[in-house]
């Protein structure tokens, strides 16, 4: 177990649903894990990225994912995120409005798509071509995905 503050570098923590209401409350942590396609980057790119997609989401949406986990391949990237929903949303889902929900999601995606692909290609050191993302309902997971430019041979 390690303690964190809303300041310190996140590896995919584990929170309780209402530390976010806390910024400064100590959260368990996990690692976030990354998964890496045979004779692809090195997994610390892969938590060098979970890290700071978790750091965007939490800095400009309130709330990070409770756990990420990098996926890499050849000219692909995809952050999974669990547990990413705020009070405010589960609210709406709970309600039946998960759409409602996931239109906002978009929105805030769309608006953050060039800092989140700024942030992978820091990491990688190529160019993102084109970004998606995906939110569902239960289970709460995200999945932000990541195309790169191909390298050349």
Do not use: W
Request: with cysteine; aromatic share 6%; hydrophobic share 40%.
């Amino acid at each position: 177990m390690c303690a964190l503050s809303a300041n310190d570098r996140v590896q995919g923590c584990h929170a309780p649903r209402a530390s976010h209401l806390a910024p400064t409350a100590t959260r368990e942590c996990q690692l976030a894990e990354s998964i890496v396609e045979e004779q692809g980057p090195s997994p610390d790119r892969g938590i060098a990225i979970a890290n700071a997609i978790t750091r965007l989401h939490r800095q400009h949406y309130g709330r990070g994912g409770a756990t990420a986990r990098t996926v890499m391949g050849r000219d692909h990237v995809v952050v999974f995120m669990e547990d990413i929903y705020t009070t405010v949303e589960r609210t709406l889902i709970d309600a039946g409005q998960f759409d409602a929900v996931r239109a906002t999601r978009h929105s805030f995606q769309h608006i953050m798509r060039e800092s989140f692909s700024e942030a992978v290609e820091q990491v990688t050191g190529r160019k993102v071509i084109a970004f998606m993302s995906e939110v569902h309902e239960n289970p709460d997971i995200s999945a932000e995905i990541f195309v790169l430019e191909r390298e050349t041979d």
